[in-house]
């Protein structure tokens, strides 16, 4: 076996560890809460070593950081790709219904959110972080928005595109903090829908 064979091999196996690793961890962060977890029960779940989890991550807090992260990145793209079936002119109504349909409203990844959430709010860089995606998830729906203006009119309320985005991510926290209590995944599905149909237009499904 060449090197390079073997390189590819333990790269793969590598990344399937990392895979695995970050999967348990999702399932005992949402079971426990962040703050009761240990390396050990990740390492356990997983069926790894501590080795196996060391060679893959630095702490507890980079693994909880990169599961955060895959999940936040996986929100945005669903959000982005949603938003870009029109062309030029933005259907509301339509996009609306994509992104509802599509968007990830999981109450184990919600608890494992608000965990992060709460991590962030006593560590400043895990703040910035976090910070940092909302940016990137209100630019995906910011640049949507910008480009649907000249052919789509949006409500003059909510100003720029930039502040239209601020609304949307605003409506989806509060569903999803609704959600979080009473884990109708329907009804939190019917209410954003509400709630971007009457942002988005005049609430008859209109844009105005």
């Known amino acids: ?27 005992v962060f949402a079971a426990k ?35 955060y992260r895959q999940r936040a990145d996986l929100i945005a793209r669903q959000v982005a790709d949603a938003l870009a079936g029109d062309g030029p002119d933005l259907d509301v109504p339509a996009s609306v219904d994509r992104v509802t349909e599509v968007l990830l409203l999981d109450l184990d990844w919600l608890l494992v959110k608000t965990d992060f959430l709460v991590h962030a709010a006593r ?3 895990v703040a910035r972080a976090l910070l940092e995606h909302r940016a990137r998830l209100r630019g995906a729906i910011a640049d949507r928005l910008a480009r649907a203006r000249g052919h789509t009119a949006l409500p003059a309320v909510l100003g720029d595109a930039d502040s239209a985005a601020h609304a949307v991510v ?39």
Request: proline share 2%.
């Open 170 to 208: 605003a409506a989806y926290d509060g569903v999803t903090t609704r959600l979080l209590l009473d884990k109708d995944v329907d009804g939190a599905r019917a209410w954003l829908k509400q709630l971007l149909t009457a942002l988005l237009t005049d609430g008859s499904g209109t844009p105005v």
């Open 33 to 67: 809460g962040f703050g009761r977890v240990s390396i050990e029960e990740v390492c356990e779940a997983a069926g790894y070593s501590r080795g196996a989890f060391y060679s893959n991550f630095a702490s507890l807090d980079e693994l909880f950081f990169a599961l």
């Open 1 to 27: 076996m060449g090197t390079q064979e073997r390189t590819g091999r333990v790269t793969r196996r590598r990344v399937r560890t990392r895979a695995n690793l970050l999967d348990a961890a999702f399932a």
């Open 123 to 125: 560590d400043p860089a």
